[in-house]
């Protein structure tokens, strides 16, 4: 069996390694998406002064130059980000699914952390998939 393949039974080599390095990825996975959770709850109570009565009353409150300036200034955070990034990150433009299928899974760590906080910058489908819709009588 080499380095790279996942180990067939629990009493293989290298066996305990592998079962510990996925636990570990879980608990590091759901210890950032709390993280993360707690940032979108910050920069929400921060951007739109959201109190006790909630986001979405928060920001039916705001003035429409409110509204506009929170968004661009998003916008403008992201461009930097990406900008900076871009320049950050290595030449290598290894894609996922040529990572899994020709290189054993190892992809670049810089290039794939600056792929994960360019896509969470930009407020993908991936970013806003765990929110909760409004429900009929808020706001739409």
């Given at each position: 069996?080499?380095?790279?393949?996942?180990?067939?039974?629990?009493?293989?080599?290298?066996?305990?390694?592998?079962?510990?390095?996925l636990?570990?990825?879980?608990?590091?996975?759901?210890?950032?998406?709390?993280?993360?959770?707690?940032?979108?709850?910050?920069?929400?109570?921060?951007?739109?002064?959201?109190?006790?009565?909630?986001?979405?009353?928060?920001?039916?409150?705001?003035?429409?130059a409110?509204r506009?300036?929170?968004?661009?200034?998003?916008?403008?955070?992201?461009?930097?980000?990406?900008?900076?990034?871009?320049?950050?990150?290595?030449?290598?433009?290894?894609?996922?699914?040529?990572?899994?299928?020709?290189?054993?899974?190892?992809?670049?760590?810089?290039?794939?952390?600056?792929?994960w906080?360019r896509?969470?910058?930009?407020?993908?489908?991936?970013?806003?998939?765990?929110?909760?819709?409004?429900?009929?009588?808020?706001?739409?």
């Open positions: 069996m080499g380095p790279n393949t996942v180990p067939p039974t629990i009493q293989s080599p290298g066996s305990l390694r592998f079962w510990v390095a636990a570990l990825t879980g608990v590091f996975t759901g210890v950032s998406a709390i993280g993360l959770a707690l940032l979108l709850e910050f920069v929400q109570r921060t951007a739109w002064n959201a109190g006790s009565d909630g986001f979405i009353a928060a920001v039916s409150r705001a003035s429409p409110h506009i300036g929170v968004l661009l200034l998003a916008g403008l955070l992201t461009a930097t980000a990406q900008l900076v990034l871009r320049h950050v990150s290595s030449a290598n433009g290894i894609d996922t699914t040529a990572a899994i299928w020709f290189y054993a899974g190892r992809m670049p760590v810089l290039r794939t952390l600056v792929q906080c896509l969470l910058g930009s407020g993908s489908e991936f970013h806003s998939a765990g929110r909760a819709r409004p429900s009929s009588s808020a706001p739409q």
